[in-house]
Every structure is written in structure tokens, then in C-alpha cells.
């Protein structure tokens, strides 16, 4: 989730629907995202909502709760009144930021408010990032009774220069500890890696996975650092003061990264994405890269429902204010298009494991995959006859692959 909202049209203040979105509701899944925009200490790299104590004027932490249980109270009129058919959340991600900086009590409240307002499918899968110095044995035993069925816990990487680098403040030893309590509490375990950052090399990444297979979590997600324009770590790699990020050391790390994951047991799905087994799987990133349905409850928070989709305003008491006077909190929307739609089906689907219909591509892309095929960076899909996947190759190399499944 981006920091700069895009521009679109401007969302209604009731934030009513248009009847489009009525159009095979039945046929998709709705999940809930709830963003909790605080954070202990910024990081330099991160370019997502997110606000530390002094940055936060007008509204307090302590409120945020009643604040998203105000926008899930509004979520459920809205898709009552829009007439779309009652759906009960199969998957709820509670992302951040770090929301367990707030009371488990708060996180409770808001998890019940979903359960009780939009409902929640009894084998939902409930999901909280965590950091590991934000959490303990207590609070993971409270998150699971409550019904959170998964932590996220963002690990990053267990080199401290590479965590310095990084501005991650947390210490490394707390990993192990928290997956080990977690796994105690009944959670499902994943752990968030980043690769590349600028200094790391290729010994300090071994160093991570190792630490990352020692946890033995149930998921494992690995993402190639981007510096994103207007960050800290943009600014010091323009400055000279870190030096750039390194593409074909990514590359280096990446194969790395998949033949230990794939030795210890862990399949790929997605690009970034590794489970031991199908059932551990992210259900709720699933819907995102499917084109299912969300509502996102918080400051920033993306939607999308029926190839509808809005954003809510940034900043905390820009959201609080909009709630207390009874209004949508959203700053703006889009209605995707049919090509809109079919482009971003091809994005998302080639990056999983199942592949990509061929016949969602257009004739000029359809005849790109004979080339694609040829340079061994896709493959006939293995379980369905006229899709790809990527190869390893393929996954190296998605935004070109993309580009020439897409030439028109």
C-alpha cells in the first residue's frame, strides 16, 4: 500500500456502490483487510501508511479501534444497501504498520466487529502481522483464543548491519522466540524476508536463511528490496551515503533463496511466495492476486469489489474525522474497465504456480508464449492443458516476461 494515493473520481460520502458489482458476487470470495497505520520507529525503506507517535496530530492510538469498528459497521451497511449477497469473510488480515502495537484487547474488538457486522466463515483464515519485538507469549495465546489462526512475523533478516540498513530496530534473537510461542499458541507461522539490501552480501543471506529454516515456520515470503522514490533509503542511495541496490546480485539471492527453500520442502506458489504444504498457503494474498473481493478498514486502506475499487483518505484524523461525522472514509475510486481488468489478470495470475490461461492473453500475446516457451522462461502449465507458469528463469525476469506477454 503505497504512501501516494492515486487520482480517480471522487467516492461518494456514502460510499454506496454502483449496481455493477452485483455481477457474479456469488462466484467470489469476500476477505476483510484492516490497516493499523502505527509504527514504533520508521523505517528507512518503507514507502506504506504508516505513522510513528510523533508524527500522529489530532487523534490518539488509543481510539483507533472504535475508529475501524466504525468503518466495518459502515462496510456492512454498504454492502447491504448495495444489494450484494451476504457473504461471510473467509479470510481477515490485520497489516500495518505493526498491529500488534495495539492492546490484543483492540485487535479482538475489531476482529469480533467483523465477526458480528459482516460475519466470518467458521474455517476463515485470520491473519496478524507481527513484529518480533512487538509480541510475547501472552499476547499470542490471546490473539488465538480471540480466533487469529496466523501470525506474520517480519523477520527481514537476521544480520544486524543488514537490520541497520534497513532501520529495523528489533532484535534478531526475538525470531525464534516468537515463532516457537506462536507455534505453542496453535498459530500458523510465516516469516517475511527481504533480500538486497544494499552492503548485504551473499554469505549474509545464507546467514538468513539459515536462521529463517532453523524457525521452521509453516510459510515463508521473500521480497527483492525496491527503493522506493521519495523514502530515506532512496535519499541516501542518491546522496552516495549506501550504495545502489544490485539487479543481478537479486538474481544471485533469488536462485539461492529458492534451492534452499525447495530442499527444506517449501514449494513456490507465487513469485515471492513458499509454503510446505498447499493448506499453508496465504488464502487472503490469494484473493488479491485472483481479483476477489476486500473491504479495507483503516487510513490508506485499499478496496476492491466487482472490479470496483477505492482507497481511503491517508492521514489518521483526516479518517477519524470522516467516521465521526458519519461519511464514507474514502478519498476516491475507479471502475476497472474490461481490458483494465483483463491486464491485471495477466500480472497477477502469471506469478502463480497454477499458471495463466493462455486465452486470457490477446492473439499478439498468445503468439509471444512460442517465444517465451523457447527461451525456457515459461512452461505449459502441469495441471491444466492452455496454461503457463514461469520457470525460475521466468520468475527472474517477470516484468519482462509480462512485457512480451503483453506487447499490445
Excluded at 175 to 198: F, H
Excluded at 355 to 367: E, M, N, Q
Amino acid at each position: 500500500m503505497p504512501s501516494a494515493l492515486p487520482l480517480a473520481d471522487p467516492a461518494p460520502d456514502d460510499g454506496l456502490l454502483p449496481a455493477s458489482v452485483l455481477e457474479g458476487a456469488e462466484q467470489r470470495d469476500l476477505g476483510v483487510y484492516l490497516h493499523v497505520p502505527f509504527c514504533r520507529v520508521r523505517c528507512g525503506y518503507c514507502d506504506f501508511n504508516t505513522y510513528t507517535a510523533d508524527e500522529v496530530r489530532g487523534v490518539k492510538q488509543s481510539d483507533f479501534a472504535d475508529q475501524a469498528i466504525a468503518e466495518v459497521e459502515l462496510a456492512d451497511r454498504v454492502l447491504e444497501q448495495t444489494g450484494l449477497p451476504r457473504r461471510p469473510a473467509r479470510t481477515v488480515f490485520f497489516g500495518g504498520g505493526t498491529p500488534t502495537l495495539l492492546p490484543t484487547d483492540d485487535l479482538a474488538r475489531m476482529l469480533d466487529a467483523v465477526r458480528e457486522q459482516i460475519g466470518v466463515a467458521d474455517d476463515a483464515e485470520i491473519t496478524t502481522e507481527a513484529n518480533p519485538d512487538s509480541i510475547d507469549a501472552g499476547g499470542l495465546e490471546r490473539l488465538a483464543a480471540a480466533g487469529v489462526t496466523r501470525v506474520s512475523v517480519g523477520m527481514q533478516s537476521a544480520v544486524p548491519h543488514v537490520l541497520a540498513v534497513l532501520e529495523r530496530t528489533h532484535d534478531p534473537e526475538n525470531v525464534p522466540r516468537v515463532v516457537a510461542a506462536a507455534k505453542a499458541a496453535g498459530l500458523a507461522v510465516s516469516l517475511d524476508l527481504i533480500y538486497g539490501t544494499p552492503g548485504e552480501t551473499e554469505a549474509d543471506w545464507q546467514r538468513s536463511l539459515d536462521a529463517a529454516l532453523a524457525a521452521e515456520p509453516d510459510h515463508l515470503s521473500a521480497y527483492a528490496l525496491i527503493v522506493e522514490p521519495g523514502t530515506k533509503l532512496a535519499r541516501q542511495v542518491l546522496h552516495g551515503q549506501v550504495p545502489p541496490v544490485d539487479d543481478d546480485l537479486h538474481a544471485v539471492f533469488y536462485e539461492a533463496l529458492d534451492a534452499r527453500l525447495a530442499d527444506a520442502g517449501y514449494d513456490w506458489y507465487e513469485v515471492s511466495n513458499w509454503a510446505r504444504t498447499p493448506d499453508q498457503r496465504s488464502r487472503h494474498n490469494r484473493a488479491y492476486w485472483t481479483g476477489q473481493d476486500w473491504w479495507g478498514v483503516g487510513p490508506g486502506a485499499h478496496s476492491h469489489i466487482g472490479g470496483v475499487r477505492w482507497w481511503n483518505v491517508k492521514h489518521p484524523a483526516a479518517y477519524a474525522e470522516r467516521l465521526a461525522h458519519g461519511l464514507s472514509p474514502a478519498a476516491g475510486r475507479e471502475t476497472l474497465d474490461a481490458e483494465t481488468r483483463r491486464v491485471e489478470r495477466v500480472l497477477l495470475e502469471v506469478r502463480l504456480r497454477e499458471g495463466l490461461p493462455v486465452d486470457a492473453l490477446t492473439p499478439l500475446g498468445r503468439r509471444a508464449v512460442a517465444g517465451l516457451i523457447a527461451d525456457e522462461l515459461v512452461e505449459p502449465g502441469p495441471a491444466l492443458r492452455g496454461t503457463i507458469v514461469l520457470t525460475l528463469r521466468g520468475r527472474l525476469l517477470a516484468d519482462g516476461v509480462v512485457r512480451r506477454l503483453l506487447p499490445d
